[in-house]
């Protein structure tokens, strides 16, 4: 986004609120993010008095926001900025890698990949073809970052979530944690324990995407930050 201008403002509640002039905006946006605070992108041709007035109708809106984020999260365990870029290097190192390699194994092809810090989703698939990864994937154990990375590749032939794409998905956690059980694919022992024990859950399960629901139940143990 090409930012032409900024104004901020100190809110007695909220704190500083970042407003930025945009050439490429059409409307103005507010975003709450748990680490960079609150933004607010306003078109270059409108005046900032428009967007403050804007902002205050959604004050209370925000104040929610930031009160779900904190007790999602938890202000004592919110990571610095420099955690936060470390995360950001350690992920643009990792997961383009392993998401090629998982594409290849399965038959995906796809267009570009991002990796991006935001607050709302682990990822995203345009219907472009270009795949978005949160940064937040690198603190996952392999398999639980395994399975955000081939929901996303699936999306390439499902965009929605329909039956079409979970039974997809399905059939390729199957076939993937069969791999990581025999050793084709590597993996550590503390990981290989952990892919044991959602195939055993995903048995016994009487969902209807059991392998699905096991492990989306357990990266809801790892909130984004």
Same mark, same amino acid.
């Given at each position: 986004?090409?930012?032409?201008?900024?104004?901020?403002? %100190?809110?007695?509640?909220? $704190?500083?609120?970042?407003?930025?002039?945009?050439?490429? #905006?059409?409307?103005?946006?507010?975003?709450?993010?748990?680490?960079?605070?609150?933004?607010?992108?306003?078109?270059?041709?409108?005046?900032?008095?428009?967007?403050?007035?804007?902002?205050?109708?959604?004050?209370?809106?925000?104040?929610?926001?930031?009160?779900?984020?904190?007790?999602?999260? $938890?202000?004592?365990?919110?990571?610095?900025?420099?955690?936060?870029?470390?995360?950001?290097?350690?992920?643009?190192?990792?997961?383009?890698?392993?998401?090629?390699?998982?594409?290849?194994?399965?038959?995906?092809?796809?267009?570009?990949?991002?990796?991006?810090? %935001?607050?709302?989703?682990? $990822?995203?698939?345009? #219907?472009?073809? %270009?795949?978005?990864? %949160?940064?937040?994937?690198?603190?996952?154990?392999?398999?639980?970052?395994?399975?955000?990375?081939?929901?996303?590749?699936?999306?390439?032939?499902?965009?929605?979530?329909?039956?079409?794409?979970?039974?997809?998905?399905?059939?390729?956690?199957?076939?993937?944690?069969?791999?990581?059980?025999?050793?084709?694919?590597?993996?550590?022992?503390?990981?290989?324990?952990?892919?044991?024990?959602?195939?055993?859950?995903?048995?016994?399960?009487?969902?209807?995407?059991?392998?699905?629901?096991?492990?989306?139940?357990?990266?809801?143990?790892?909130?984004?930050?």
């Amino acid at each position: 986004m090409i930012n032409v201008s900024e104004k901020i403002i %100190n809110d007695p509640q909220i $704190g500083l609120i970042k407003f930025r002039k945009s050439l490429r #905006s059409r409307s103005i946006s507010i975003r709450v993010h748990p680490v960079k605070g609150v933004s607010v992108t306003v078109p270059y041709i409108v005046p900032y008095a428009a967007a403050l007035a804007f902002f205050k109708v959604r004050r209370d809106w925000v104040m929610q926001t930031i009160a779900r984020q904190k007790e999602r999260v $938890g202000s004592a365990d919110m990571p610095s900025e420099a955690e936060i870029e470390a995360l950001r290097r350690q992920a643009k190192a990792e997961l383009p890698g392993r998401l090629a390699e998982l594409a290849a194994c399965y038959g995906f092809s796809y267009n570009r990949v991002t990796v991006k810090h %935001n607050a709302s989703n682990w $990822g995203s698939c345009s #219907s472009k073809g %270009n795949i978005n990864l %949160n940064l937040n994937i690198v603190r996952l154990p392999r398999i639980l970052q395994d399975y955000i990375l081939l929901h996303e590749l699936c999306h390439l032939r499902h965009q929605d979530h329909g039956q079409a794409f979970h039974l997809l998905l399905e059939h390729v956690l199957t076939d993937h944690i069969l791999k990581l059980m025999s050793g084709d694919m590597p993996i550590s022992e503390g990981d290989r324990a952990l892919v044991v024990e959602i195939a055993r859950k995903g048995a016994s399960s009487k969902a209807r995407y059991p392998l699905d629901y096991t492990i989306t139940r357990a990266i809801k143990q790892y909130p984004l930050v």
